[in-house]
């Protein structure tokens, strides 16, 4: 199985700020990393997949990079909307795997 | 608009069984593969099954192979999930998530909202 790392596990941060969270996955995955976001009592809701494609409707100020093995979400100006937990995933093989989460909060 | 409302969540005795639905709607179902993913309450996730349009392609995880079965009836806009022998370690909440293609696993997009599973006596 292809295990998935995150880095930090939380993080606190303030509106404004640019953060970064790295994501490595155990073993060679091309490019299939999603990332997700999820808010307190809700679903994961898809931000970015193919390691680097925004998906519809998400802000800008998230981009994500990286191949093969090492991946990044970054989430430039902080939104207050943006303080939440980020999942990574990949897609390369079954067992589909998830990191085990970074918690954005406010400083 | 494409929604995801799971159902069947419910509190069962270990060594039960429970079957889990989720109703699609906002998008024709037969054109996407389809994933059950779960999580503990306040953990992580964790990726339960997928199946293909038309339920040639079918995968599960390890704790999921001989316990629970996947499958769909795209006429009637609905996946399941039947789940036999429920451990307590199942307990979580089971959420159906829809597949950007129809075959081959690769992202989830987008989410219900989940349904309540607790195996406990």
């Known amino acids: 199985d292809i295990q998935m790392t995150q880095s930090p596990s939380s993080l606190s941060a303030s509106v404004g700020d640019t953060v970064t969270i790295t994501c490595r996955a155990s073993?060679?995955?091309?490019?299939?990393l999603n990332w997700y976001q999820q808010k307190p009592g809700k679903a994961p809701k898809l931000l970015i997949y193919l390691a680097s494609t925004l998906q519809g409707g998400v802000p800008s100020r998230f981009s994500g990079s990286g191949s093969g093995t090492d991946f990044s979400l970054t989430i430039t100006t902080l939104q207050p909307e943006d303080f939440a937990t980020y999942f990574c995933q990949q897609s390369y093989m079954t067992p589909l795997t998830f990191g085990p989460g970074t918690k954005v909060d406010s400083k | 608009e494409v929604e995801l409302v799971e159902s069947g969540g419910d509190l069962v005795q270990p060594g039960r069984s429970l079957r889990l639905s989720c109703a699609a709607s906002g998008f024709t179902l037969s054109n996407h593969a389809m994933h059950w993913v779960r999580q503990v309450p306040g953990k992580g996730l964790e990726w339960v099954s997928s199946?293909?349009?038309?339920?040639?392609?079918?995968d599960y995880a390890d704790f999921a192979k001989g316990r629970f079965t996947i499958s769909r009836d795209n006429a009637k806009n609905s996946l399941f999930l039947e789940m036999n022998s429920l451990r307590r370690e199942d307990t979580a909440l089971y959420y159906c998530?829809?597949?950007?293609?129809?075959?081959?696993?690769?992202?989830?997009?987008?989410w219900g909202q989940g349904t309540l599973v607790t195996v406990s006596s």
């Open positions: 073993r060679f995955i091309n490019t299939y």
């Open positions: 998530a829809r597949d950007r293609y129809n075959s081959g696993w690769r992202w989830f997009d987008p």
């Open positions: 199946i293909s349009w038309n339920s040639e392609n079918i």
